[in-house]
């Protein structure tokens, strides 16, 4: 994987990452971050020639040692599985069971928060120092003259997803699919080395790992690693013209503009100028509503530059970076990617202002999901990838009109399973039955909302409801409110109507 990630090499001394944490500023050149990810790759081989796809599971917040484990594990010819650090045990656990994960890496207190979970499922529980400290006193050639060469076809990573069904599945992806991801969006969004750009999304998605981090890195740009969205450290960066680049979901353009509501005009001032000579905003994961969009232009003078991703295919639709990018669409298929809209009958939808369910196919595209082959088999028809959203074509622009299934909600930029969450509000004592759906929400694009009918002589107030969500769901998805009703509306085949539920609300 290392002669794929081109600037990532011995000889670039320029300044790849900039850790960002509480004691201060970590930074770290390509040249340093490659010998570190050789020498973890070295250290997890351990005298083995290649992982041949073990899956190493690694739980760290954005950091030079969530890259170099990232790295490491590709060029040791393992399969990256990056958690969620703010998940709650019990998901961690379907996570780690449902890919076999066979070692564990993290550092400090997320590493003793799981040595009992580890213990319990077999799994080897190792920091960054465990694995790189045995090399750290052989020379840079000693440590790394051994590392495999790795076929592009090969397994490389493993992200969770929500789908209909009530647990997440693994998204399989090879080393081509990542490196197509990431090319197809240097070329469309001009990347090169003089970018700079913040990095404070979660780095268990593709939003992160791959638009933001590893765009950047093969594009020998400098990523700034925040270990979470620290509004006031990142308008503080922001206005001192630190960035060029600012790439974000929906919720947090809304987050800034209510910020900047509470601060003082110069303040406000300093930082809209820090956003107004960036090269490029950019909004996706979720529907940039056009009033966002105009504030936002309002406000920085930035045009936003929406697109349309998803973890299966990385991103797939793109406003043009030099041309109209149009509010309330997400633009054309990037390049060396086919998009297309198809009926329900599967035949291609040509005609503008017509619905269809987008469909996908190219290099992008992943693998499998992970050890579930009829789950595979069933999302694509023809060799294209079904995404289950559904847009028209209109005027030349890809435009989203909603999903085909409800039970699926975009909270925040984070795409949740009502049934998942419905199968863990289930299991509490006063619950006879639920229903989960997502309301719209100017802050949240969609706020998780939960319908519950009560045993009898129960009853549940939302806060003992949250207060009994914790440690059992993230946090993300425990629901923003609770509606307690008689009984559930549903049709003749006794299957709740969510739609009728929405119509409750309004
Ligand atoms: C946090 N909270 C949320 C939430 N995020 N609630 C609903 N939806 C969310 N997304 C809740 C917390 O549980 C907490 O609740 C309260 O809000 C404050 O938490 P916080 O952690 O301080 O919030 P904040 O840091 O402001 O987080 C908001 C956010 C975060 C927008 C920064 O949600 C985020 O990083 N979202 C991006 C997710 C992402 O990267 N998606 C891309 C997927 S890839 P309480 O009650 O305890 O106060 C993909 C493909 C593509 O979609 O196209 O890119
Ligand atoms: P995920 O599975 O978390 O990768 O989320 C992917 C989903 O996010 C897509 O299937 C869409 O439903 C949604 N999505 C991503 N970008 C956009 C966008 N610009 N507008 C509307 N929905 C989007």
Same mark, same amino acid.
């Given at each position: 994987?290392?002669?794929?990630?081109?600037?990532?090499?011995?000889?670039?001394?320029?300044?790849?990452?900039?850790?960002?944490?509480?004691?201060?500023?970590?930074?770290?050149?390509?040249?340093?971050?490659?010998?570190?990810?050789? *020498?973890?790759?070295?250290?997890?081989?351990?005298?083995?020639?290649?992982?041949?796809?073990?899956?190493?599971?690694?739980?760290?917040?954005?950091?030079?040692?969530?890259?170099?484990?990232?790295?490491?594990?590709?060029?040791?010819?393992?399969?990256?599985?990056?958690?969620?650090? #703010?998940?709650?045990? @019990?998901?961690?656990?379907?996570?780690?069971?449902?890919?076999?994960?066979?070692?564990?890496?993290?550092?400090?207190?997320? *590493?003793?928060?799981?040595?009992?979970?580890?213990?319990?499922?077999?799994? &080897?529980?190792?920091?960054?120092?465990?694995?790189?400290?045995?090399?750290?006193?052989?020379?840079?050639?000693?440590?790394?003259?051994?590392?495999?060469?790795?076929?592009?076809?090969?397994?490389?990573?493993?992200?969770?997803?929500?789908?209909?069904?009530?647990?997440?599945?693994?998204?399989?992806?090879?080393?081509?699919?990542?490196?197509?991801?990431? /090319?197809?969006?240097?070329?469309?969004?001009?990347?090169?080395?003089?970018?700079?750009?913040?990095?404070?999304?979660?780095?268990?998605?593709?939003?992160?790992?791959?638009?933001?981090?590893?765009?950047?890195?093969?594009?020998?740009?400098?990523?700034?690693?925040?270990?979470?969205?620290?509004?006031?450290?990142?308008?503080?960066?922001?206005?001192?013209?630190?960035?060029?680049?600012?790439?974000?979901?929906?919720?947090?353009?809304?987050?800034?503009?209510?910020?900047?509501?509470?601060?003082?005009?110069?303040?406000?001032?300093?930082?809209?100028?820090?956003?107004?000579?960036?090269?490029?905003?950019?909004?996706?994961?979720?529907?940039?509503?056009?009033?966002?969009?105009?504030?936002?232009?309002?406000? /920085?003078?930035?045009?936003?530059?929406?697109?349309?991703?998803?973890?299966?295919?990385?991103?797939?639709?793109?406003?043009?970076?030099?041309?109209?990018?149009?509010?309330?669409?997400?633009?054309?298929?990037?390049?060396?990617?086919?998009?297309?809209?198809?009926?329900?009958?599967?035949?291609?939808?040509?005609?503008?202002? /017509?619905?269809?369910?987008?469909?996908?196919?190219? %290099?992008?595209?992943?693998?499998?999901?992970?050890?579930?082959?009829?789950?595979?088999?069933?999302?694509?028809?023809?060799?294209?990838?079904?995404?289950?959203?559904?847009?028209?074509?209109?005027?030349?622009?890809? *435009?989203?009109?909603?999903?085909?299934?409800?039970?699926?909600?975009? @909270?925040?930029?984070?795409?949740?399973?009502?049934?998942?969450?419905?199968?863990?509000?289930?299991?509490?004592? #006063?619950?006879?039955?639920?229903?989960?759906?997502?309301?719209?929400?100017?802050?949240?694009?969609?706020?998780? @909302?939960?319908?519950?009918?009560?045993?009898? &002589?129960?009853?549940?107030?939302?806060?003992?409801?949250?207060?009994?969500?914790?440690?059992?769901?993230?946090?993300?998805?425990?629901?923003?409110?609770?509606?307690?009703? %008689?009984?559930?509306?549903?049709?003749?085949?006794?299957?709740?109507?969510?739609?009728?539920?929405?119509?409750?609300?309004?």
């Amino acid at each position: 994987m290392r002669s794929t990630f081109p600037q990532l090499n011995a000889s670039n001394l320029k300044t790849a990452l900039v850790e960002s944490t509480e004691g201060g500023n970590r930074v770290i050149s390509y040249a340093a971050l490659n010998l570190r990810c050789d *020498r973890f790759a070295a250290g997890l081989l351990n005298e083995r020639a290649d992982l041949e796809e073990e899956r190493i599971a690694f739980f760290m917040p954005a950091s030079i040692d969530y890259v170099t484990t990232l790295h490491g594990i590709w060029r040791a010819g393992g399969i990256a599985v990056p958690l969620n650090v #703010a998940s709650a045990v @019990s998901e961690l656990e379907h996570y780690l069971s449902s890919a076999s994960v066979s070692r564990m890496v993290a550092n400090g207190e997320y *590493r003793e928060s799981l040595v009992e979970l580890c213990a319990a499922l077999n799994i &080897e529980l190792i920091s960054v120092d465990d694995v790189m400290s045995p090399l750290i006193s052989e020379g840079a050639e000693a440590a790394t003259k051994d590392l495999p060469n790795i076929a592009p076809e090969r397994r490389a990573m493993m992200l969770f997803t929500s789908g209909t069904t009530n647990k997440p599945k693994g998204v399989v992806s090879t080393h081509k699919t990542i490196a197509a991801q990431i /090319t197809t969006l240097i070329d469309a969004w001009a990347w090169t080395d003089n970018d700079s750009i913040p990095l404070f999304l979660p780095l268990h998605h593709i939003h992160g790992i791959i638009n933001i981090l590893s765009c950047g890195l093969w594009a020998g740009a400098t990523v700034d690693l925040y270990e979470k969205f620290d509004m006031p450290a990142i308008c503080e960066k922001v206005a001192a013209k630190r960035y060029n680049v600012f790439m974000a979901v929906p919720t947090i353009y809304v987050k800034l503009i209510h910020y900047f509501e509470s601060l003082d005009a110069d303040a406000v001032e300093r930082i809209s100028n820090g956003f107004k000579q960036m090269r490029l905003n950019i909004s996706g994961s979720a529907a940039c509503p056009v009033k966002l969009f105009d504030q936002w232009q309002a406000l /920085t003078s930035q045009v936003l530059l929406e697109r349309y991703g998803m973890t299966e295919i990385g991103m797939g639709l793109s406003n043009p970076y030099k041309g109209e990018r149009r509010a309330g669409h997400v633009g054309q298929p990037l390049p060396g990617v086919q998009a297309k809209l198809f009926d329900e009958e599967n035949n291609e939808i040509t005609a503008e202002d /017509t619905p269809g369910e987008i469909r996908v196919r190219g %290099d992008n595209v992943f693998l499998e999901y992970w050890n579930n082959e009829s789950a595979t088999t069933e999302s694509f028809v023809d060799g294209w990838f079904c995404t289950g959203d559904v847009a028209v074509i209109d005027k030349g622009y890809f *435009r989203i009109m909603g999903r085909s299934s409800v039970d699926i909600i975009k @909270s925040g930029g984070y795409k949740l399973s009502a049934l998942e969450i419905e199968g863990t509000l289930l299991t509490h004592e #006063a619950i006879a039955e639920v229903a989960v759906i997502g309301v719209e929400d100017e802050t949240w694009g969609e706020a998780v @909302s939960a319908f519950v009918v009560l045993k009898s &002589e129960k009853t549940l107030s939302y806060d003992e409801l949250k207060a009994w969500c914790d440690g059992k769901m993230s946090g993300y998805k425990v629901p923003k409110n609770l509606h307690v009703v %008689d009984a559930l509306p549903r049709n003749a085949m006794g299957k709740v109507t969510k739609p009728a539920l929405k119509d409750l609300l309004a």
